[in-house]
């Protein structure tokens, strides 16, 4: 697999991200439960490795994978969304979460920021914030159809709504990171 350099901004923003990962992931997880009374449909540890995964992608999206990880991201992010409608959120509070992420990162990225020139602190802000607008229009995307496919069958007939169960958000996490383990394999 080819790879392209990064350049030397997003380079200092893929160093940011691995310094403070498991910051970012323990601060927005409090943030999360905190605000939102956990679903019985999706454990604490379910939520914590779906943050885990998105942080890690925003990593490599700022990182020489950027190209080949995008679709992954979109994928995670509609996968989000879909956990979102399992936990019982409104369409509104899954975005809330991820806005709370890109304050979180410029937060924690301000300093690596600050350093650079600003024509560089300018590309990486604007492509970080590209990055969570497109991951919160897939993760809306994946909240949408996961609502429609409880209210109707396939003869457009209202049933009785069903959240997908902690068996099926594991199953689709655990298919997501070995995506993202198998990408980063073939870097190497």
């Known amino acids: 697999m080819m790879t392209r350099p990064s350049n030397p901004a997003l380079y200092v923003l893929t160093v940011a991200l691995k310094e403070h990962h498991d910051d970012l992931l323990a601060q927005w997880l409090e943030w999360i439960t905190e605000r939102v009374a956990q679903a019985p449909h999706v454990s604490r540890p379910t939520l914590q490795r779906h943050l885990a995964l998105l942080i890690d ?35 509104g509070e899954v975005v809330e979460e991820l806005q709370q992420l890109r304050e979180l990162l410029i937060r924690m990225l301000s300093e690596a920021v600050a350093l650079m020139s600003p024509r560089q602190s300018m590309t990486a802000v604007l492509r970080l914030n590209r990055t969570i607008d497109r991951g919160i229009t897939h993760a809306v995307v994946g909240y949408t159809d996961a609502l429609v496919e409880t209210l109707l069958n396939r003869r457009g007939v209202p049933i009785v709504a069903t959240q997908p169960g902690e068996d099926e958000v594991l199953q689709r996490l655990t298919h997501l990171e070995s995506e993202l383990d198998q990408l980063r394999r073939q870097s190497r």
């Open 57 to 91: 992608l925003i990593i490599e999206l700022s990182g020489p994978l950027r190209r080949q990880a995008t679709e992954l991201w979109f994928a995670a992010c509609e996968a989000y969304g879909q956990t979102a409608a399992a936990r019982g959120l409104a369409a």
